[in-house]
């Protein structure tokens, strides 16, 4: 059973955590399934930024991001190489180290106009 090791972030899990975690569940899923409070503001249907994870470690061992989800990572609160929203981002068999940024943009709750082009 692959573990997904996340990162100590102030407000969602300010100790880390270390979870064990079935092949084939998205880390988002497996966050919210162990208490890891991420925003999901489109309630995973890629169609916002808001659950983007880093990725520190397995990386390679998550099937490569489809076009839609690389068009809303360009517009992810400190993207880096290794970047994923964690709504598509399915376990494998691999191991895990996420990183869940400081800060994420989400328009509906920083009360942004929902016609507001991002």
């Keep these: ?33 162990h208490r890891i409070a991420i925003e999901h503001a489109c309630e995973r249907s890629c169609a916002c930024t808001t659950c983007h ?3 520190r470690q397995g990386f390679n061992s998550l099937a490569a991001a489809e076009e839609e989800e690389e068009d809303l990572l360009d517009k992810a609160w400190g993207l880096t190489s290794v970047s994923r929203l964690s709504c598509q981002a399915v376990v494998t068999q691999a191991d895990l180290t996420v990183e869940i940024p400081k800060y994420t943009i989400n328009h509906a709750r920083e009360g942004y106009d929902k016609d507001w082009d991002v």
Excluded: F
């Design 1 to 33: 059973m692959p573990i997904i090791t996340v990162l100590p972030h102030t407000e969602l899990c300010p100790e880390g955590a270390s979870l064990n975690v079935e092949p084939g569940v998205t880390i988002c899923d497996a966050l919210l399934d």
């Design 53 to 55: 994870v880093i990725v």
